[in-house]
């Protein structure tokens, strides 16, 4: 899989917006990107995936550039509840419906503060 | 649904006893994975089971760790026996099949201490 390589953490003010990069320069055709987080103590919850276009659901957007070395993830009005350990994890996705494990780096760890 | 449920939340251990964590996934899925979070390592997959067998061990770090996945609603991971380098939070997650796309979902961990 390939590697990805995110900032180690970042400050945001409630009410903002909170943009967590991702580069994965090494990323191939069929590897998705996915972002999970883990709020202290808690077990990582899924947030989104995506393969090449944007993606937006009801917690998060994810932006992928046009040539998937690098991806964003947008959270558009930061709460004092989202601050946690965000990863962003590439996985490769084969035809026959299988993937690879998820695999879990270092992550980048988001305060958000008032 | 209630997600995936890990007993017992919390547990304290002597070095040298046995443990046993337990893990009930979401009804349907039918891929179960063991992870084990450190500071040092991070989080680490151990194992993984889809349809009740186990698919991929490499991650289990010796002979003193095992797990089985009887049924489709339970597995467990036992460390006989326990050493004080086996602290740690053990998390439990389920999926459709391995290569569901949306991943995983996780319970809310066992934290390990052996003293």
């Known amino acids: 899989d390939a590697k990805t390589t995110q900032p180690p953490s970042m400050d945001c003010a409630e009410g903002r917006a909170a943009n967590l990069p991702c580069n994965h320069s090494?990323?191939?055709?069929?590897?998705?990107v996915y972002w999970y987080r883990q709020i202290h103590s808690q077990g990582p919850q899924y947030i989104i995936h995506?393969?090449?276009n944007n993606e937006t659901n009801e917690m998060a957007s994810l932006i992928i550039t046009e040539d998937r070395k690098s991806s964003t993830l947008i959270l558009p009005h930061a709460t004092l509840r989202d601050t946690a350990v965000y990863y962003c994890i590439v996985r490769l996705y084969f035809d026959t419906g299988t993937a690879s494990k998820l695999t879990f780096g270092t992550g980048t760890r988001l305060q958000v503060t008032l | 649904d209630a997600g995936v449920i890990q007993s017992p939340r919390h547990e304290v251990t002597e070095m040298g006893q046995e443990v046993t964590l337990r893990c009930k996934p979401i009804s349907g899925h039918n891929s179960l994975f063991w992870y084990r979070q450190t500071m040092m390592r991070g989080l680490e997959l151990l194992i993984y089971f889809n349809n009740n067998v186990p698919i991929d061990d490499s991650g289990m770090p010796e002979d003193r760790f095992s797990a089985k996945m009887p049924n489709a609603s339970f597995s467990t991971l036992k460390i006989q026996p326990s050493e004080p380098r086996d602290s740690a939070v053990y998390f439990c997650a389920s999926s459709l099949k391995a290569g569901a796309l949306r991943g995983y979902t996780f319970g809310s961990g066992t934290r390990l201490t052996v003293v």
């Open positions: 090494t990323i191939s055709g069929n590897e998705y």
């Open positions: 995506g393969l090449k």
